[in-house]
């Protein structure tokens, strides 16, 4: 692939054209980069372990009715994707408090929250992706207040999905990140991955809030066994799939 030219190259993916019109390849990178890319490193055989599972998540989804950007699995590291214009916002849901929003609110990590929350941030890395409010994503003109409510209202029912699969997998889905586009039809479709780079998940069977840990938060806090993690996520995703 290193010949062809990048149609864009993000921390954790490349994007490449193909001679099909609309259709991208999204190859996974090894490299690891937290805290806005101030820390960074590599995760060994990362590509290919978020690669798979993200398959494995877009077609569960996809039988669930969610649209999304996925096509098919071309190399282990590698899925064949529909292009989509990416809207510039990170949508996070949670279901238990962790990460950032006890840093910002005081909430102790771990407790369970009332009803999922639904937040957006601007997918801006130069302004550090700030959370928004509904007033400033609409003052941006990202999104009109109506496709707002609809990123929200998928978000909800993606996470109503994951939390099943997850919680089949014996894994408790803590908080997660998503982002979508519209393709060429103006169809919303959820794009980017998901991954244990991009959620955060703990083992249900574990109550050491370290050992638990079976995502990102193990590079971003110095964890160790890193690789073994995203391993454990991806043949637990598979062996409860294949039942599928
Ligand atoms: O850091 P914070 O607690 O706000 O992250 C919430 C969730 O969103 C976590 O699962 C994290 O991995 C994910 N996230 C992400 N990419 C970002 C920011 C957060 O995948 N740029």
Redesign the pocket.
């Known amino acids: 692939m290193s010949s062809v030219p990048k149609r864009y190259e993000g921390k954790a993916k490349i994007i490449y054209p193909t001679d099909e019109p609309d259709i991208f390849l999204a190859h996974f990178k090894d490299d690891a980069t937290a805290f806005n890319a101030l820390k960074r490193g590599q995760i060994q055989r990362k590509g290919e372990v978020n690669c798979r599972i993200s398959a494995l998540l877009f077609e569960y989804l996809e039988t669930q009715g969610i649209v999304t950007h996925y096509l098919e699995q071309t190399a282990p590291n590698q899925m064949r994707i529909r292009a989509v214009e990416i809207i510039p916002l990170?949508v996070?849901v949670?279901n238990v408090a962790?990460?950032?929003?006890c840093r910002q609110t005081g909430l102790p990590e771990g407790k369970e929250l009332p009803a999922p929350l639904v937040e957006f941030?601007l997918k801006d890395d130069d302004l550090g992706?700030p959370l928004l409010t509904r007033d400033r994503a609409l003052l941006l003109e990202l999104v009109t207040p109506e496709q707002l409510e609809q990123l929200k209202d998928r978000a909800l029912e993606i996470d109503r999905h994951l939390q099943e699969l997850f919680a089949e997998c014996g894994i408790l889905l803590?908080?997660?990140?998503l982002e979508f586009g519209f393709d060429r039809d103006r169809q919303l479709r959820l794009a980017d991955e998901i991954s244990p780079?991009?959620?955060?998940l703990w083992n249900q069977a574990e109550s050491d809030p370290q050992k638990r840990v079976m995502?990102?938060d193990r590079f971003r806090r110095d964890l160790g066994q890193i690789e073994a993690a995203y391993q454990q996520v991806l043949q637990r995703v598979e062996a409860v799939m294949t039942q599928k």
Do not use: I, N, W
């Open positions: 990170e996070v949670r962790a990460g950032s929003l941030y992706d803590v908080d997660f990140k780079d991009t959620c955060r995502d990102k």
